[in-house]
């Protein structure tokens, strides 16, 4: 009996991976919570009511904040470093994009109700009308 040798072809290095994991750590990492700052309609309501940000702008020292608590941005909810940290921040894009972002009114839990479908409209006309042959509206 013959015996055939297969004969291996060598490849040019290993074969790289898809990288799929990538999407997963990036769900993980916007889904983490510790970064996560306060919502637009809680800004509006609490933390621009002129009382509540004299308050938030002279906070007492902190040890447990960034900055001894000293370097707060109220639109944006976030302590900072220093005070040039903070004064290039309210430079930033991202810091014009939130002013604009809360010059927009808050939606309010009778607004979603109505997107979702369970609200009432309230220019839904009470009795339907039917037009007839001349044009006029008839009462149905």
């Keep these: 009996m013959m015996q055939i040798k297969l004969l291996s072809i060598p490849t040019m290095g290993r074969l790289r991976r898809s990288r799929a994991h990538h999407a997963r750590r990036d769900v993980h990492r ?6 996560r700052t306060r919502d637009l309609d809680q800004i509006q309501l609490i933390d621009l009511d002129p009382k509540n940000r004299a308050a938030l702008e002279a906070q ?20 900072y470093e220093t005070d040039n940290a903070l004064k290039s921040h309210w430079k930033s894009k991202v810091h014009k994009r939130r002013l604009k972002e809360l010059k927009e009114p808050a939606y309010t839990i009778e607004e979603s109700e109505r997107a979702a479908g369970l609200g009432r409209e309230s220019k839904r006309p009470s009795t339907a009308t039917i037009p007839d042959a001349d044009g006029d509206a008839v009462m149905a």
């Design 30 to 35: 916007a889904a983490r919570t510790r970064v």
């Design 60 to 79: 007492p020292i902190d040890f447990d904040r960034p900055g001894l608590a000293q370097h707060y941005c109220v639109e944006c909810a976030k302590y």
